[in-house]
């Protein structure tokens, strides 16, 4: 969709702007662009603000901004849209990046999916032992929290009492 009008210098309100608005940050910019009617599934054809590889997802691109993340969710972005390059979900972003800041319980209250494999077959479960170094260091309790929540949630959705370990 394109619109002569324009939201920021330099940039159109069409697809582009929803990209541009996300790196940026700027809730009250996203918010016009959806408003606007963008394709809230359109990925990125060039590495774009964190994310190094093209075709990465609007929800891909907002992990880390909470706020950002719930507008596009709220307008209708796919919560399991697949990456084209590395094949991994917001989901699996969240787990890595955006730990204990409520956004993986965000996306699995929307319907995101805990078992979807990336190119490399890993759920995003299997990023959480990453993630938790990485994090441990800051004495984290909200992270022990969320990472027993996320296990405990994706057993059940593979069916299983209890996570089985690898």
């Known amino acids: 969709m394109t619109n002569a009008t324009s939201t920021a210098p330099g940039y159109p309100l069409d697809d582009w702007a929803l990209e541009a608005?996300?790196?940026?940050?700027?809730?009250?910019?996203?918010?016009?662009v959806i408003?606007?009617?963008?394709?809230?599934?359109?990925?990125?054809?060039?590495?774009?603000?964190?994310?190094?590889?093209?075709?990465t997802t609007p929800l891909g691109l907002a992990i880390g901004n909470v706020e950002i993340v719930r507008m596009l969710l709220d307008a209708g972005a796919p919560v399991n849209q697949v990456a084209v390059r590395w094949g991994g979900t917001a989901l699996h972003m969240a787990v890595v990046q955006s730990i204990g800041d409520g956004t993986i319980e965000l996306l699995l209250k929307a319907g995101a999916d805990p078992l979807l494999t990336d190119a490399k077959g890993r759920r995003p479960i299997d990023y959480l032992s990453w993630a938790v170094a990485k994090h441990?260091?800051?004495g984290d309790k909200e992270l022990v929290r969320v990472a027993t929540k996320f296990a405990i949630d994706t057993a059940k959705a593979?069916?299983?009492k209890h996570p089985k370990r690898r």
């Open 21 to 32: 608005a996300i790196n940026a940050g700027n809730a009250q910019w996203v918010a016009q």
């Open 136 to 138: 441990l260091s800051d």
């Open 35 to 55: 408003a606007a009617g963008v394709d809230l599934s359109r990925r990125t054809t060039e590495p774009s603000g964190r994310c190094l590889h093209p075709g």
């Open 158 to 160: 593979n069916g299983q």
